[in-house]
């Protein structure tokens, strides 16, 4: 398992973009997959993205793509979820998530970060 730590949230108009960022610390990330996911009130948790480690191949949920694009930095350990156009239905908390131990088990997980978009 690895550290996680979400950063990049915060209250925006719609319309707007936001970076988040997910750093994992510790060791040198050497896991499979990372993925950004997100929680709204009153929703069912949902997987946005997510992205092969070591190759950098990426994945969306059908409805996402073309606005949210995920990305990494190896050398910084990081993953980032670039989010354009932001719509309130947006408005959640987002966390990212590691497999580490199993190829398509999340076992990491970030602490989150709040995401509100206002009309």
């Known amino acids: 398992q690895v550290h996680l730590v979400d950063s990049g949230g915060g209250l925006v108009q719609a319309g707007d973009s936001l970076r988040l960022s997910c750093a994992a610390s510790?060791?040198?990330?050497?896991?499979?997959?990372m993925g950004w996911f997100r929680h709204a009130p009153d929703k069912e948790r949902e997987i946005l993205a997510s992205?092969?480690?070591?190759?950098?191949?990426?994945y969306y949920t059908d409805y996402l793509k073309g606005r949210f694009t995920i990305s990494r930095d190896k050398a910084k350990n990081t993953v980032y979820l670039q989010m354009n156009n932001l719509k309130t239905d947006d408005s959640a908390l987002y966390y990212c998530?590691?497999?580490?131990?199993?190829?398509?088990?999340?076992?990491?997980w970030g602490q989150g970060t709040q995401v509100i978009v206002s009309s």
């Open positions: 998530a590691a497999q580490t131990l199993t190829i398509g088990v999340y076992d990491s």
């Open positions: 510790g060791r040198t990330f050497s896991g499979y997959f």
């Open positions: 992205i092969d480690w070591s190759n950098g191949n990426t």
